[in-house]
T-cell receptor, first 111, second 112 residues
Framework: DAGVTQSPTHLIKTRGQQVTLRCSPKSGHDTVSWYQQALGQGPQFIFQYYEEEERQRGNFPDRFSGHQFPNYSSELNVNALLLGDSALYLC??????????FGQGTRLTVV | QKEVEQNSGPLSVPEGAIASLNCTYSDRVSQSFFWYRQYSGKSPELIMSIYSNGDKEDGRFTAQLNKASQYVSLLIRDSQPSDSATYLCAADSSGNTGKLIFGQGTTLQVKP
């Protein structure tokens, strides 16, 4: 049974560029949440997708957008990258309970 | 007051001792709480969830919830060097829909 998988694992982008991160949830899970974790901090909630709709959103600007596909996989898009967007981006999947299971993360570096 | 607060540490304990990790929360979160372990450079791994007042045990781990004091703790018995990691306390912030609010984490060092 595959766990939560994210791609890519590492990424380097230039300020102003756009990036797309991908996530496949655990088998049987239908909800995907995205988090941003800066160095030395706890993860911060970006948004959550359920039934292909954004169900909840954290305090992040509109530059952060997402999508969920019919197979429950999800994408996180960030436009007009800033240096401050450098972080570990985590995808978590949920399946009918409140227990969230994280993927290995994508380390984004903006230069 | 932050919604979920933890002392960043580091907390240092000798091998074989009990490590006690603490977390306080505000009224703005709901009543579901989670402990995650995060090794350096890795993603968080769920250790325990707790929803009711009292203790919940799983192997060497015990989670404790005290709603009156708005306090959640994690005890690790017989601490091992492999337990050295950052421990994140999280609360569900919106009626159990899985939107988690995290503390900043406590770094635990278990010394041989």
């Amino acid at each position: 049974d595959a766990g939560v998988t994210q791609s890519p694992t590492h990424l380097i982008k230039t300020r102003g560029q756009q990036v797309t991160l991908r996530c496949s949830p655990k088998s049987g899970h239908d909800t995907v949440s995205w988090y941003q974790q800066a160095l030395g901090q706890g993860p911060q909630f970006i948004f959550q997708y359920y039934e292909e709709e954004e169900r909840q959103r954290g305090n992040f600007p509109d530059r952060f957008s997402g999508h969920q596909f019919p197979n429950y996989s999800s994408e996180l898009n960030v436009n007009a990258l800033l240096l401050g967007d450098s972080a570990l981006y985590l995808c978590a999947s949920l399946g009918g309970t409140t227990e969230a299971f994280f993927g290995q993360g994508t380390r984004l570096t903006v230069v | 007051q932050k919604e979920v607060e933890q002392n960043s540490g580091p907390l240092s304990v000798p091998e074989g001792a009990i490590a006690s990790l603490n977390c306080t929360y505000s009224d703005r979160v709901s009543q579901s709480f989670f402990w995650y372990r995060q090794y350096s450079g890795k993603s968080p791994e769920l250790i325990m969830s707790i929803y009711s007042n009292g203790d919940k045990e799983d192997g060497r781990f015990t989670a404790q919830l005290n709603k009156a004091s708005q306090y959640v703790s994690l005890l690790i018995r017989d601490s091992q060097p492999s337990d050295s990691a950052t421990y994140l306390c999280a609360a569900d912030s919106s009626g159990n829909t899985g939107k988690l609010i995290f503390g900043q984490g406590t770094t635990l060092q278990v010394k041989p």
